[in-house]
């Protein structure tokens, strides 16, 4: 069963930035979309990225990060990473990383089956 392990995560000052890193154990990533999911203290859960097993196409869920947040993969490392710029206090969270059998990105959450423990980004001065 594929394993998901964030890391990156940590405290930075606003407009600071941090990469986070998404890397899969016991199965290949190659196959699978892989989303960014995040949840801040009191709140939902919300998408905020995601790309297709080709690493071709990114769908962004969350309007707030466009232009600040990238999202790239290396199939040969098993690894999909987020880009994080010009962070903002609203972006405190913490941040998953799903994997879906799809190759494609979905919208609905629960087309990712796979979830890692999540990795807390905070951010304040």
């Known amino acids: 069963q594929l394993q998901l392990v964030e890391s990156g995560g940590g405290l930075v000052q606003p407009g600071g930035s941090l990469r986070l890193s998404c890397a899969a154990s016991?199965?290949?990533?190659?196959?699978?979309?892989i989303g960014w999911f995040r949840q801040a203290p009191g709140k939902g859960r919300e998408g905020v990225l995601c790309i297709s097993s080709s690493g071709g196409a990114t769908a962004t869920y969350t309007a707030s990060v466009e232009g600040r947040f990238f999202i790239s993969r290396d199939n040969a490392k098993d690894t999909v990473y987020l880009q994080m710029n010009n962070l903002e206090p609203e972006d405190t969270a913490v941040y998953y990383c799903?994997?879906?059998?799809?190759?494609?990105?979905?919208?609905?959450?629960?087309?990712?089956?796979?979830w890692g423990q999540g990795t807390q980004v905070t951010v304040s001065s």
């Open positions: 799903a994997a879906d059998w799809s190759s494609s990105c979905r919208s609905d959450e629960n087309d990712f089956e796979y």
């Open positions: 016991r199965y290949t990533l190659a196959y699978f979309a």
